[in-house]
């Protein structure tokens, strides 16, 4: 299934946080990392492309193979994992999980198994008698990923899902999002602001500012100091480690 976004609009009011955005095709197989600044629009094309906002003008194709997806079927493809995770439910991570496997009928397999098959992807067996509500927002992260990587969707829309995990989570979450796309059926859009994670973990970037798509390509052909500069406002020098950019910031 491809992902292409063509003249995309959005604004709040008099506000244009979507400015015409176009990129694309994102295919199967891949995890696209989508970089900007803050207030770059990257949680409004997140919210556009899961179907939750309607765009001012413009358009998002979902298609598998030459076919568009419908509406119905666009609901079913996605699973989304909002910046803002808000525990209300009086529900434990696996009592969680299970509403999300009993509503996706995949053929064969069976949801006990498979909310504690995801639990223990994501290492958080730990937690799975625990109430959400009851959870710290690191540990929220983890089940609201978890929860949708059970209903198996053909993408994944995960809005800085790292922003509350320490350093090795956040490796642990990232690495999974890669291994749950490698088979080559799905694909992954991770909202991101630690680039040199982005660059290590994710096959192609985004980079987006001002509503505008910058750049799309892999992190090699798309971090540069120019970019670096335009979008971030820094002077930065980029290292090779063994094929992977590293950034390294020198001033601001």
Known sequence: MAITVDNLSFRYGRHTILDG???????????????GPNAAGKSTL?????????????????????????????RTAI????????????????????????????????????????????GISYLADRLVSQMSGGQRQLVSVAQVLVG????????????????????????VVR????????????????VNLAARYCDDLLVIKGGKALAHGTPTEVLTPELIAQVYGIEATILDDAGTPVICPVSA
């Open 21 to 35: 955005m176009s990129f694309g095709p994102l295919k199967e197989g891949r995890v696209t990392g989508l970089l």
């Open 152 to 175: 198996n969707p053909d993408i994944l829309l995960l809005d800085e899902p790292t922003s509350a995990l320490d350093l090795r989570h956040q490796i642990k979450l990232l690495k």
């Open 79 to 122: 699973g989304y994992v909002p910046q803002d995770i808000l525990a209300t439910a009086s529900l434990t991570a696996f009592e969680s999980l299970m509403v999300t496997a009993r509503r996706s009928h995949r053929p064969g397999v069976e949801p006990v198994q498979a909310s504690a098959d995801t639990l223990e992807l994501l």
């Open 46 to 74: 997140l919210n556009t492309i899961a179907g939750l906002k309607q765009p001012a003008g413009g358009r998002v194709h979902l298609t598998r193979g030459e076919t568009e997806l419908s509406k119905k079927e666009r």
């Open 179 to 194: 291994s749950t796309v490698a088979d080559g059926a799905r694909q992954a859009v991770v909202a991101i602001h630690d």
